[in-house]
């Protein structure tokens, strides 16, 4: 039957079932009999429509949804020329989180990341990265949960310059871009925008895509939306932010759509502008209301602001008009689970369970939940299914980690000494494992060794107030008040309400003072 089947079809159905190689490979075939493979011929109207379909195969293998990419690499952020308020009013900022403790959770219950901001309920390109501040801490900030790897530059999440074209064709690539005569191209709408599509995503290169698109918009007149919101996407990508605004207020007012609304909040973020952001996520609902993707941004602002009451009630928003949304109900389950209702987590991590979801994370989530809402007949069976699904060693080490409270929480400490030192083979730099065994050292009296490993864990993990706090307790109890109190004050820089940090500090300032 494939066989009898005109091979255009036979490409286009393939292209339509997601198996963009052999599209690509039946339309090179096609294009082999025809002479002009390089460029399409208008009096072969076979010989163009593989041309295209090509095109578009080719660039849907290495596509990317520009929309939810946000990481900022090391060059964009040290090298960034924008000029952003230094002291920015208080909850107008993402880069001081902090700034808004509306709502916000206390770290005492809710773990924070190294931007500042408490762990999410789902794993996000912005939510890894932060915004590292100096350029030691953009080092140490890993690019995902899986590598520890920082980002170099934001390119780096995007196929490299002709590396894509090597790979799928190994002749050389299938348009050379250099003999390209992009005016003739872009009096050609249909031909311009598969080209477009083509040059930014699989060869990425913005540049020419750039030219192709200002070239295409003059000759739409300035009246096609389409092309504005492809040239602000450029811009955005050379890190011109404000001639990207341009742009996509100017596809706005030609043509509303989602899209749209959120790259230019995209912009907005980049430049630090998060209310104008809000502001526009709200517009952008009175056109499109109850639309899931703009509920969804606002509730990520709000959770980037700290202000996680305001994100959860948006998330249930979410949730009534998409009630599969994964995000939403892992963001919901886990601020339940931080606001000691673990019983009501359970039901979401349940939930996602019911659709599918199957992963190390989610029976590690369970897991914790049974634990704590006391139903102990799941809970290592949970751990069990946890480690059994791990795919690398950073998980694994989480696991251990939780396994270690686990056994805290039962009274068997040798068993989480044993769940600790697990967490620290599988992964050494897990800071939160190195505070809890000194912890347990010093428990059994190994003062030096708990000091070791908490000078250890302050310096692998500097935002946590936990291992500064706990060495000024133990430099003071063997009388080195003056290391003592540069903890405590370390401490108190990253959590300024530890009412234990502000206590021990008032009390080494008395010792002080009576020398």
């Not at 000024?472 to 009388?479: N, P």
Request: aromatic share 10%.
């Amino acid at each position: 039957m494939g066989g009898d089947m005109d091979p255009l079809l036979l490409a286009w159905s393939y292209f339509r079932r997601r198996k963009f190689q052999l599209c690509a490979d039946l339309c090179t075939q096609m294009l082999e009999k025809s002479p002009y493979d390089q460029e399409p011929d208008p009096d072969f109207p076979v010989a163009q429509a593989a041309w295209i379909l090509k095109a578009r195969a080719l660039t849907e293998m290495v596509y990317i949804d520009e929309i939810d990419v946000y990481q900022e690499g090391i060059a964009e952020v040290m090298l960034d020329e924008n000029a952003i308020a230094q002291v920015p009013r208080p909850g107008t900022s993402l880069k001081l989180p902090g700034a808004n403790p509306a709502g916000g959770p206390s770290p005492a219950v809710r773990p924070i990341t190294q931007a500042g901001r408490p762990i999410t309920g789902f794993l996000r390109p912005s939510t890894q990265s932060g915004r590292p501040g100096t350029m030691e801490q953009a080092i140490r900030t890993p690019r995902t949960a899986y590598t520890a790897r920082p980002i170099t530059s934001s390119s780096g999440r995007f196929v490299r310059l002709g590396t894509a074209s090597m790979l799928t064709s190994p002749d050389g690539p299938f348009i050379n871009l250099s003999r390209l005569n992009l005016t003739k191209y872009a009096q050609k709408p249909k031909l311009a925008k598969a080209l477009f599509e083509y040059i930014f995503h699989h060869e990425s290169d913005v540049k020419t895509a750039l030219d192709l698109a200002a070239l295409s918009t003059e000759h739409s007149q300035y009246k096609d939306w389409w092309w504005k919101v492809q040239i602000g996407k450029c811009y955005y990508r050379l890190g011109m932010y404000r001639e990207a605004e341009k742009q996509f207020k100017s596809a706005l007012k030609q043509q509303e759509m989602v899209d749209t609304f959120l790259y230019l909040a995209k912009v907005y973020v980049s430049l630090d502008q998060p209310m104008t952001a809000l502001n526009l996520f709200k517009q952008g609902l009175d056109k499109f209301p109850g639309e899931v993707t703009l509920l969804c941004g606002i509730a990520r602002i709000y959770e980037e602001m700290n202000n996680i009451s305001s994100a959860a009630d948006y998330y249930k928003e979410v949730l009534k008009q998409d009630n599969t949304h994964v995000e939403a109900i892992a963001c919901i389950g886990s601020n339940h689970f931080y606001s000691d209702q673990p019983e009501i987590a359970l039901r979401f991590y349940r939930r996602l369970l019911q659709m599918g979801v199957y992963n190390c994370q989610l029976f590690n989530n369970l897991g914790l939940c049974c634990f704590y809402a006391q139903q102990y007949d799941m809970t290592l069976t949970s751990f069990e299914r946890a480690l059994s699904l791990a795919e690398n060693e950073e998980e694994t080490a989480d696991v251990w980690y939780n396994l270690g409270h686990i056994a805290v929480g039962i009274g068997d400490v040798n068993l989480a000494h044993q769940c600790f030192r697990l967490a620290l083979v599988n992964n050494n730099s897990h800071a939160e494992a190195y505070n809890n065994l000194a912890v347990l050292e010093m428990r059994k009296g190994h003062v030096e060794q708990a000091r070791a490993l908490l000078q250890t864990a302050s310096s692998l993990a500097p935002h946590m107030y936990e291992p500064h706090f706990n060495f000024a307790t133990i430099s003071d109890k063997i009388g080195d008040l003056q290391r003592s109190y540069v903890a405590a004050k370390k401490s108190e820089e990253t959590f300024p309400d530890h009412v234990d940090t502000k206590h021990l500090i008032k009390q080494l300032k008395q010792h002080f003072a009576m020398l």
